[in-house]
């Protein structure tokens, strides 16, 4: 919110796509290489999650009670 909280919805779909990148990254080490282009799509999508994160964070929206 505005506060600089995330409501539920938001933390759930926000962990969700962390959790996502999280098994990217593994995939990407699996065969003990991680190439440059895998490591510029890991590096885009952290970036565009910190982006995410950001702005659900100081977006207007409230904890519904």
Not at 7 to 31: I, M, P, Y
């Amino acid at each position: 919110g505005a506060d600089g909280s995330l409501n539920k919805r938001e933390t759930v779909r926000l962990e969700k796509r962390q959790r996502e990148l999280r098994q990217d990254k593994r995939a990407a080490k699996a065969d003990g290489v991680v190439t440059a282009e895998e490591r510029k799509d890991l590096h885009q999508d952290q970036n565009k999650m910190s982006r995410r994160i950001r702005k659900q964070k100081n977006d207007a929206q409230t904890q519904k009670p």
